[in-house]
């Protein structure tokens, strides 16, 4: 049986991995069996397992401790900073600049913010890495006041880490346990990061991560995932798609193929991304920025297929209910939450879940993927 050995785990100093101690081969059995008590699909496929260790490819990191001596991690429950440089569930290439990360804060003099005394400037780094290596930073500050140091001293940086591609300045003004804010200061020249998936030239789609937009923090299990939703979607055939909740066109670009996609997200910076990627890989594609129910409940009738990647809360009573009841013929849907997916498959009885499938993107906790394919019966 594998189990993952974590130093912080073991010495108190974070207790985030839930189940860290629960050998992987049972941990992934319990969500596949949660999962298929909650929705009873006709065909369960072998549920996708992650890797046990560095699999985080989006890493948001509290910075504590002081100026000279900063602490990347998480606080404790007296508001104090908590390092994590050495977590094991991080991708490596994150873990490895992280040392450098941690002089530039002293060269550029950056106080870590403070929380119990409400002082200080940097709050959190935010680090995502892309499949070929290069990496989106970002500092989420108090203020402005640290901006100008940042730009002195990035140059350097970059020398040294010749692998960011993407740094910025987000700021978070507010005393809120917020990760970040709405403001962006934009420090490179390119301001998104490109994440190419697919195992072959002939089936990679480069999608574009500005720094708002949402993206999966496990991408070997984003692919497998869109990898299963493109083939379930190329079995069936449909000629048109919706993707709602397209985020930056992860299933809508996978499943082009010469379809119409309609992809709805309520960022515009997500929308923005996914029209860029389709350009650039000459897909005719459509990315509208608003909100999904509102969106749906305007159009005369349906897509021949939709799908829909909801946040945890699932798509709710007035999106599933318009479904039941717009006679689309087929919906793929994408849960993070098996408890909303299931209630929102209960308001939705005339589509049937024909197949299903159990991702494994968060080892070491009880959340997990699922991916169904619903059948209008007959």
């Not at 069996?33 to 549920?47: F, N, T």
């Not at 940097?122 to 640290?146: C, D, H, Q, W």
């Not at 997500?270 to 305007?298: L, M, N, P, Q, V």
Request: glycine share 6%; aromatic share 6%; with cysteine.
């Amino acid at each position: 049986m594998t189990t993952l050995e974590c130093a912080a785990f073991q010495e108190g100093r974070c207790a985030s991995c839930v189940q860290i101690r629960t050998p992987y081969e049972q941990q992934l059995a319990q969500k596949n069996a949660r999962a298929q008590q909650l929705v009873k699909a006709e065909v369960w496929l072998p549920p996708v397992a992650g890797e046990i260790a560095g699999f985080r490819t989006k890493s948001k990191l509290v910075v504590g401790g002081s100026t000279e001596s900063p602490t990347l991690g998480i606080l404790d429950s007296n508001q104090h900073g908590v390092d994590l440089s050495d977590c094991p569930i991080v991708d490596a290439r994150i873990l490895t600049v992280l040392p450098a990360l941690k002089r530039f804060i002293a060269t550029a003099a950056l106080a870590p913010y403070d929380v119990p005394a409400r002082r200080g400037e940097l709050k959190n780094l935010i680090l995502t890495v892309a499949p070929n290596g290069e990496l989106m930073l970002r500092f989420v500050l108090r203020s402005t006041e640290s901006v100008l140091r940042i730009r002195k001293h990035l140059p350097a940086l970059q020398d040294e880490l010749p692998q960011l591609r993407v740094v910025t300045v987000n700021l978070l003004p507010a005393h809120a346990a917020l990760v970040e804010g709405e403001e962006e200061i934009v420090l490179t020249e390119v301001d998104s990061l490109d994440m190419t998936l697919g195992q072959t030239t002939e089936d990679a789609v480069t999608l574009h991560l500005l720094p708002h937009s949402f993206f999966q923090t496990n991408t070997a299990i984003a692919q497998a995932l869109y990898t299963q939703g493109r083939t379930w979607i190329d079995e069936t055939d449909p000629s048109s798609i919706w993707d709602l909740y397209c985020g930056v066109g992860g299933f809508a670009l996978h499943a082009a193929h010469g379809r119409k996609i309609t992809g709805v997200e309520v960022s515009e910076e997500a929308a923005a991304s996914a029209r860029r990627a389709a350009a650039e890989a000459g897909i005719d594609a459509t990315f509208i920025a608003e909100d999904a129910t509102t969106w749906a409940k305007a159009q005369p009738g349906p897509a021949e297929l939709v799908i829909v990647n909801p946040p945890r809360r699932g798509i709710g009573t007035e999106l599933a209910t318009w479904l039941e009841e717009s006679g689309v013929e087929r919906v793929l849907y994408s849960s993070c939450n098996a408890d909303s997916l299931a209630a929102d498959l209960a308001t939705m009885p005339s589509l049937r879940p024909v197949r299903a499938q159990v991702f494994d993107m968060f080892p070491h906790t009880a959340h997990f993927e699922t991916l169904v394919l619903l059948n209008r019966g007959r």
